[in-house]
């Protein structure tokens, strides 16, 4: 795949995350993002918003290429190495894993003083922003984004909340999830998460639960507590939001990466790669009846996943301590 495919600027499908004040009067705002997000940051193009600061964690090989495009731009542009290929046994230790990206954005947002964009001697009235970014903006960086909401004070829960909200697709492979819920322990002595709850768990976890469930001839367990009416313009945001996102993500996808062999790849990867229908003209009767069945699993594991979403959105949210 071309390098330049990844990195065309576009504004589309960032996502604001936290807004905090920055000095007396101003405000910086936490993006959530991917690298071609970050390449129009560096051109100074995401609508709204005067991006300061960028902290990356992509793969090395776009990482470079940012570096390159933002030389001699005034973005202060900060690259980490954070590990997109785990196997679920593996573990993360947030807390000493990502101190240094996490020390970036801390520093980043931190009040900038009266230093202010200016356009033909005018100061702009655009909002101060740092960019956190991998390269699709669905494993890493939210992973970090996470951390750094615990770090500010959040519980884990009201983080996940707070992202989902506005990035329903994200989706952290396990050991990065496991890491923050220990990460949680530490920084505020209890848990806000269960590792069971549908919202905090990986699409591979998922799609276990509802082949287990299925073998067993078991009902899911779908939440059917959620109020329908209470929920309609939920529904309809999720679904903008999600939309929007697959949009996007339909865009960058040129690569086959799944969840096989016990390695977890981008989770935004695996309903269009791990389920494949390239060659479904030559399958026999059998394999496209096994097809249709993992379509059909991938279908509910989604709708665990956004059933569950939207009851974490409804709970009340605790203000940070």
Same mark, same amino acid.
């Given at each position: 795949?071309?390098?330049?495919?990844?990195?065309?600027?576009?504004?589309?499908?960032?996502?604001?995350?936290?807004r905090?004040?920055?000095?007396?009067?101003?405000?910086?705002a936490?993006?959530?993002?991917?690298?071609?997000?970050?390449?129009?940051?560096?051109?100074?193009d995401?609508?709204?918003?005067n991006?300061?600061?960028?902290?990356?964690?992509?793969?090395?090989?776009?990482?470079?290429?940012?570096?390159?495009?933002?030389?001699?731009?005034?973005?202060?542009?900060?690259?980490?190495?954070?590990n997109?290929?785990?196997?679920?046994?593996?573990?993360?230790?947030?807390?000493?894993?990502?101190?240094?990206?996490?020390?970036?954005?801390?520093?980043?947002?931190?009040?900038?003083?009266?230093?202010?964009?200016?356009?033909?001697?005018?100061?702009?009235?655009?909002?101060?922003?740092?960019?956190?970014?991998?390269?699709?903006?669905?494993?890493?960086?939210?992973?970090?984004?996470?951390?750094?909401?615990?770090?500010?004070?959040?519980?884990?829960?009201?983080?996940?909340?707070?992202?989902?909200r506005?990035?329903?697709?994200?989706?952290?492979?396990?050991?990065y999830?496991?890491?923050?819920?220990?990460?949680?322990?530490?920084?505020?002595? &209890? +848990?806000?998460? *269960?590792? =069971?709850?549908?919202?905090?768990?990986?699409?591979? #976890?998922?799609? $276990? /639960?509802?082949?287990?469930?299925?073998?067993s001839?078991?009902?899911?367990?779908?939440?059917?507590?959620?109020?329908?009416?209470a929920?309609?313009?939920?529904?309809?945001?999720?679904?903008?939001?999600?939309?929007?996102?697959?949009?996007?993500?339909?865009?960058?996808?040129?690569?086959?990466?799944?969840?096989?062999?016990?390695?977890?790849?981008?989770?935004?990867?695996?309903? &269009? +790669?791990?389920? *494949?229908? =390239?060659?479904?003209?030559?399958?026999?009767?059998? #394999?496209?009846? $096994? /097809?249709?069945?993992?379509?059909?699993?991938?279908?509910?594991?989604?709708?665990?996943?956004?059933?569950?979403?939207?009851?974490?959105?409804?709970?009340?949210?605790?203000?940070?301590?």
């Open positions: 795949m071309r390098s330049d495919l990844w990195l065309k600027p576009r504004a589309d499908g960032v996502s604001e995350v936290r905090q004040p920055d000095g007396p009067t101003g405000e910086v936490v993006l959530l993002g991917d690298v071609a997000n970050a390449a129009a940051a560096i051109d100074g995401i609508p709204g918003f991006v300061t600061h960028i902290v990356c964690v992509a793969s090395s090989r776009n990482a470079w290429l940012l570096e390159g495009r933002r030389r001699e731009k005034p973005v202060v542009w900060k690259s980490f190495a954070m997109d290929w785990l196997h679920p046994e593996d573990t993360v230790d947030i807390h000493s894993d990502l101190a240094w990206p996490l020390v970036a954005i801390e520093d980043a947002v931190r009040p900038q003083g009266s230093d202010q964009k200016v356009h033909d001697g005018t100061p702009s009235i655009l909002t101060r922003a740092v960019l956190v970014h991998c390269d699709k903006g669905y494993n890493r960086a939210p992973a970090l984004v996470f951390a750094f909401l615990v770090s500010c004070g959040l519980t884990l829960r009201d983080a996940y909340r707070q992202v989902l506005v990035r329903p697709s994200i989706d952290p492979l396990p050991p999830r496991e890491g923050l819920r220990a990460f949680e322990l530490l920084r505020h002595g &209890s +848990s806000s998460v *269960s590792g =069971e709850e549908h919202f905090a768990m990986h699409i591979s #976890q998922l799609l $276990q /639960l509802v082949e287990k469930c299925t073998s001839s078991s009902s899911l367990p779908l939440d059917q507590a959620v109020d329908s009416q929920s309609s313009s939920l529904d309809d945001g999720m679904d903008a939001a999600t939309s929007a996102q697959d949009d996007t993500a339909a865009e960058n996808r040129q690569e086959s990466k799944t969840v096989t062999h016990g390695i977890c790849d981008e989770a935004s990867d695996v309903p &269009s +790669s791990c389920f *494949s229908s =390239e060659d479904s003209n030559e399958t026999n009767p059998d #394999q496209q009846q $096994q /097809l249709q069945q993992q379509l059909q699993q991938l279908d509910r594991a989604e709708t665990l996943r956004k059933t569950s979403i939207k009851k974490l959105i409804m709970e009340v949210q605790r203000e940070p301590s």
